[in-house]
């Protein structure tokens, strides 16, 4: 996993200007399929700790409004807050997909997930798998990559996040693509995630964020 580097605690979660039409795609995503969230029984904690993470972290992210019983969001939405639906309420604060990955029998497992905007990925296909057989398909994703990466997991630690991006380049700029659609025709976006890595101080959990652009490529020029 080239390319990571330290993260600023401050700048674990962005804001950026597509937020209000990210966050609309979410919640018809989040209120129409069951596809977009996973959660194992013994995940359940570590969902909590991450939606009051969260939480903590909005109450000083101006724009938002944190209360006792619900969030006032950028976009003047008010969001409740439900500890019994933690990856729910976090989906609809937050452009950002969040993925739990908790140690099992000494293998990083995707533990819960709430996935908005796969890329060429199926939530139910990865879910409870560890990392390697999450990247099994990954033709980059060498043992030695694997080993690199788990490495790289064991090594996090509380309140030092860490970060890397990826380029891809697609046809079509659906957020939602579990499958690439048009992948016959010539990629004219470009889709980059900003991943992050931050490790929860109770539960031990390190949370993958995604944060999704998708942005229209620009013709070259003519000589």
Known sequence: MPGVMPLDPQEWIIIDEAYEGQMAEREFLLQNTDEVIAVDRNSETAACELLDTLLDFLSKKVGFEVFQ???????????????????????????????????????????????????????????????????????????GIAKRVDRIFDGIKINHPVWRFNVLEYSNSALHQPYRLHSDRLPSFTRSERQTFLKLPGTGAVIFGIHTFVIKKVPSAPF
Not at 78 to 104: E, R
Not at 121 to 133: A, N, Q, V
């Open 69 to 143: 019983t619900h969030v006032v969001t950028p976009d003047m939405r008010s969001v409740k807050i439900n500890y019994d639906a933690p990856l729910l309420t976090c989906g609809l604060l937050v452009q950002n997909d969040f993925c739990i990955m908790q140690k099992l029998d000494n293998q990083h497992v995707l533990t819960a997930a709430v996935l908005c905007f796969p890329a060429n990925w199926r939530l139910d296909e990865k879910f409870m798998k560890p990392l390697f057989s999450i990247h099994e398909n990954v033709p980059e994703y060498t043992h």
